[in-house]
């Protein structure tokens, strides 16, 4: 049995935590203020690693981000030119601070994965993000995030045949 997303795309659970990652940081990225407020900055090879991670995804034509019925999905040429464009910004970058360039470049891509911005605007998210460092996935959770994908599908595939079978979500 496969899980399918509304518009009839399979949900690839395994990539799920993946791309989960990859969104908390590339609206981290977007945040100038909500960064400055972290009080560690990421490694540059743990953002390549999930970067590396989420590709194939980017570079598909799934999304997990929810939309308006009459908004367009992203359109996958575009979101792999904006995700090209921030790992190279990502890759050129001398932490801990971050440049206008990759800011301006994680804004793009989360909007046109996201289909806009974060409600309420960049500033008001920038607000209400002040103690996101426990929400991120951070170099010693790789571990525990390789193994919540490889167990997603398996997960996945028990919750669905349980639901199906009239049992309750729980």
Partial sequence: MKLTMGDGSPVIASEL?????????????????AYQSLKRAPPKEHLNHIF??????????RYYSQRCENQAPPDPTRRGRLFDRLCELITALQLPGLTDDIVCAARALFEEESGGPPDGGWDAWEQSARNISDSLIWPEQIPELIAAAENAEADFDRAARHILQGGERG
């Avoid at 590396?52 to 034509?61: H, W």
Wanted: proline share 11%; charged share 10%; hydrophobic share 50%.
């Fill in 17 to 33: 935590p993946w791309v989960l990652a990859f969104h908390g940081w590339v609206c981290l990225l977007g945040a100038p203020n």
């Fill in 52 to 61: 590396d991670a989420v590709k194939p995804y980017i570079q598909g034509e």
